[in-house]
């Protein structure tokens, strides 16, 4: 089970989502739900992947996915945004 990354508390502002690489588009995840989808050429920073659980490396290409539609938990928008390695959002993994 993947685990959520402690580095930044619940109540902090999100950092803006600097868009370096694709457009955003729409696609259905691996729930069946609707995400804008984005791919980032070079990871900033280490982030964990919900899908597998295992760290996604600084300078790595990977995909931003953020729901279209409130999902609970997950909240709805960029704010509720996930970094995945392509290949996990691409199988469908999800956590």
Known sequence: MARRSSKRPWGQEHRPLHLSASIARTEVGGDGR????????????????????????????????????????????????????????ERGLWA
Do not use: L, M, N
Request: glycine share 8%.
């Open 34 to 89: 609707r995400y804008q989808v984005q791919r980032v050429v070079k990871a900033k920073k280490e982030y964990i992947c919900p899908g597998c659980g295992r760290p996604i490396f600084v300078g790595s290409e990977h995909i931003v996915a953020w729901p279209e539609e409130d999902q609970a938990w997950r909240g709805v928008g960029i704010e509720a945004r996930r970094h995945w390695h392509t290949s996990c959002w």
